[in-house]
């Protein structure tokens, strides 16, 4: 299983982004997957997750409102946009999919993860 996360970079206080995950190798609409993020000197912390269908979504109470995490089954690939960014959004963000089609917050959970991509929102 292969994952391709992209669409970092480096933004205003109050602009916005658009992550995404291309995976490959296994069937995609089986799984749920999920946004994880980590800043340095803490631990890797669970952003946003969607079941395998996207019927279900779930989020950070720090990202509530301001991202959105969707999935198009049929081009294998995961999204998140993220809006209304702020200086604590800055870190390395990563996808991942577990091998469960419910979401889960645990990064134990995941078997699968992205290269990451770092996002930097200046004050």
């Known amino acids: 299983v292969q994952l391709q996360a992209s669409g970092g970079g480096l933004v205003q206080a109050g602009g916005s982004l658009r992550l995404s995950c291309a995976a490959s190798?296994?069937?995609?609409?089986?799984?749920?997957m999920a946004w994880f993020r980590q800043s340095p000197g803490k631990g890797r912390e669970f952003v946003a997750g969607?079941?395998?269908?996207?019927?279900?979504?779930d989020y950070a109470d720090s990202v509530k409102g301001r991202f959105t995490i969707s999935r198009d089954n049929a081009k294998e690939t995961m999204y998140m946009q993220m809006n209304s960014l702020k200086p604590e959004d800055t870190a390395v963000y990563f996808c991942?999919?577990?091998?469960?089609?419910?979401?889960?917050?645990?990064?134990?959970?995941?078997?699968?993860w992205g290269q990451g991509t770092q996002v930097t929102v200046s004050s």
């Open positions: 190798g296994r069937t995609f609409s089986w799984y749920a």
């Open positions: 969607i079941s395998d269908s996207g019927g279900s979504t």
């Open positions: 991942a999919t577990s091998d469960f089609p419910t979401i889960t917050h645990g990064v134990a959970s995941y078997d699968y």
